[in-house]
């Protein structure tokens, strides 16, 4: 059968544009960028496992990682894309799907290539399905964020610049149990995140959920892991670096985020001739 990457690309831009589902800002644009965003992070340079090929979030433990709570409803929302193009991986699609979406939504595009496989179910084994625990905890601080994003191989100019896709989508009680949007504009890429964590008094939430912060008017608000970004010295250069530029925060995110997707992907040499 013929492989036309296009055509799924073409089927996934209305299908962003169409599937305005109540629970996301009426966008599935955000999570299905959080779908490839997970889908690959899971990479451990050391280990040489996790990562985007495979396609093992389908699997537990890492379908049930609390960390990735919420994103069956992406996942359900690409079969329908698959039963139209049932060659393509679903390891492809999810990456595929995540790029589309942020070009939809008004970022860069973004470098893609197909290549990656899928695992099988009867067949995987415990050491290709990636631990619980490998993908960044809202919690924490720099140095956590630093551990994990080295763990992938990532300096702190690309952990800022990766960051920056918090432009997007927003949290959920029922999800991560934190609440509310980063952004005004949830559904549009943009540099918008650097600007409000950067020129924003933000405060500590008075609730009963966990620790986050908000803007003074209890309209956005921003997580630990957003406030390291902005309290760490070399991270916070960056952070101003991008709210003031679009263009360099455009150009070092679409390089980041074509290298996530790329974590853990080992295609086949190309035939002797």
Known sequence: ??????????TLRKFI?????????????????????????????????????????????EATDPANAGLEHARAFLESVKEQFPWISTADLWTLAGVTAIEVMGGPKIPWKPGRLD??????????????????????GSQHIRDVFNRMGFNDQEIVALSGAHALGRCHTDRSG??????????????QYFVLLKNVKWTKKQWDGPEQYQDPHDELMMLPTDMALLWDPEFKK????????????????SAAFARLLELGVNRAPPPRL
Do not use: C
């Open 238 to 253: 960056y952070v101003e670096l991008y709210a003031q530029d679009k263009e360099a925060f455009f150009r070092d995110f």
């Open 119 to 140: 695992k099988n179910e009867r067949s995987v084994t415990k050491t290709e399905i990636p631990p619980n625990g490998r993908l960044p905890d809202a919690s924490q």
């Open 17 to 61: 544009a169409t599937k305005r589902p109540e629970w996301d800002d009426g966008s599935i644009g955000p999570v299905l960028v959080r779908l490839a965003w997970h889908a690959s992070g899971t990479y451990d340079k050391h280990s040489r496992t996790g990562g985007s090929n495979g396609a093992t979030m389908r699997f537990k433990p």
């Open 1 to 10: 059968m013929s492989q036309d990457y296009e055509a799924v690309a073409e």
């Open 178 to 191: 934190y609440k509310g949007p980063w952004t005004f504009n949830p559904t549009r890429f943009s540099n």
